[in-house]
């Protein structure tokens, strides 16, 4: 096939988006975008520890980090897998008739097996977890529920690179999620069913974002590029990548919430799970910033594979870790000489905290970033397998280690484990991806 014929049908003939200009175009505006959503997430839960009790704050942190560790080991997969094969497809010229079909029966499967799973499992979830409270419990349900079309639109989005509804749909999302928050805060709502109810409304009112795409149709296939990749995605190549981003996504949500979960099981202190999953905010909000960087990285790195734009490619992901490095080292800086007393009082908390136990989390995310990166560049190259080995072993290490008494502390042995953890985790993708 020609480069001509590659290019068809994308800006200057270079991939997707344009190449680098339409990399960087896509990650500025998906940038704005996700940093709003990430502090108006912040938001969300400052204002929750400060509306709700420490047990019931506790509870609600609880039920996030369920809820988001099952629907993005779930359904990430499916827009990852969305999001790489439109933006290949599209890299080739073609425009149309994109395979919908495989990755909405995987996600409808994921959704029906969660879905039986919960039924079953609604005694120890109601009862041992969310301290009998029935109304959070089928909070849990109708939101992962609710998440599978969002996820699902998101990939779609992705893969047709329009950003700018990407952005606006997450953004929507966590400004509904707020307005709970903010309603039991100034006295219109009480209780933490209130606080609680946002997270499984806020997926659903976002998606009145969807309609916007279909206004602006893409242009015609390409019909050399048709001829030469006639054939679409098959359940089996579509379940087998899926499965692998599935255990990426799996190791990956163990890092994030795997020490709140063993700090509860273990802990004899009540709310000590709740300060975990305030400190780790301080990964996890930036960590949803940098998805605007891999939300568009994944497409358009997709798209130069396809094209052998394999000079672009490099440059593209030393760009973000640059950017990542940087960005990392003056977070964690800031949270070494202030971090301690700006925690505590943005989400009361009512234990001491350490400035450089803070700034390991803050160099630890530094970590996560990178290897989310390079995770993103071996999906492109296919070597899905190869990191998912990576990511599992790593979570599996980390969970080892929140279990062990090394460290009496369990906030410090969260902050110790977390920065090594992902430290090594981003050292095992550099191999990866030096390989490939």
Request: aromatic share 8%; proline share 4%; charged share 15%.
């Amino acid at each position: 096939m020609s480069a001509s014929s590659l290019g068809a049908g994308t800006p200057s003939g270079r991939g997707p988006a344009g190449g680098r200009s339409g990399y960087a175009r896509g990650a500025r505006i998906l940038s704005v975008g996700i940093a709003t959503t990430g502090l108006v997430t912040f938001a969300y839960f400052a204002l929750a520890a400060h509306a709700l009790e420490a047990v019931e704050y506790k509870r609600i942190s609880l039920l996030w980090s369920v809820l988001f560790v099952i629907v993005s080991v779930i359904y990430r997969p499916i827009e990852q897998l969305l999001s790489r094969t439109i933006a290949d497809r599209r890299a080739r010229g073609l425009h149309e008739g994109h395979p919908v079909a495989v990755p909405l029966l995987i996600q409808a499967t994921f959704a029906a097996t969660f879905l039986a799973a919960a039924l079953a499992a609604r005694d120890p979830l109601q009862n041992d977890l969310f301290d009998g409270s029935s109304s959070i419990y089928w909070i849990l349900v109708v939101g992962v529920l609710a998440y599978a079309a969002s996820y699902f639109a998101r990939g779609f989005l992705a893969g047709h690179q329009r950003f700018a509804l990407y952005g606006m749909l997450v953004f929507l999302e966590a400004c509904s999620r707020v307005c709970f928050a903010l309603a039991v805060v100034v006295g219109i709502a009480d209780g933490q069913t209130a606080v609680a109810l946002g997270i499984a409304a806020a997926p659903l009112v976002s998606l009145v974002v969807v309609p916007w795409f279909f206004l602006r149709r893409d242009p015609p296939a390409d019909v050399q590029a048709v001829k030469e990749t006639e054939g679409g995605l098959t359940l089996r190549h579509g379940a087998g990548f899926a499965g692998a981003v599935f255990a990426v996504m799996v190791a990956e949500q163990t890092l994030i919430n795997g020490a709140v979960l063993t700090v509860e099981a273990t802990s004899s202190d009540a709310v000590l799970a709740g300060v975990v999953f305030s400190v780790l905010l301080i990964s996890r909000a930036p960590l949803q910033l940098f998805q605007a960087i891999q939300g568009s990285l994944l497409p358009h790195l997709a798209g130069l594979e396809a094209t052998a734009g394999r000079e672009e490619f490099g440059r593209a992901i030393r760009v973000t870790v640059v950017a990542i490095a940087g960005f990392a080292a003056a977070v964690s800086l800031g949270l070494l000489v202030i971090g301690p007393p700006v925690v505590e009082a943005l989400f009361d908390i009512r234990k001491e905290l350490s400035g450089p136990g803070l700034a390991l989390v803050g160099l630890g995310m530094g970590f996560h970033l990178v290897a989310g990166t390079l995770n993103q560049a071996a999906l492109a190259r296919g070597q899905a397998r190869a990191t998912a080995i990576a990511w599992l072993l790593c979570a599996a290490i980390f969970i080892a280690w929140m279990l062990s008494p090394v460290i009496d502390d369990q906030l410090l042995r969260t902050e110790v484990g977390y920065c090594g953890a992902t430290a090594l985790l981003s050292g095992l993708l550099v191999v990866v991806y030096r390989r490939g």
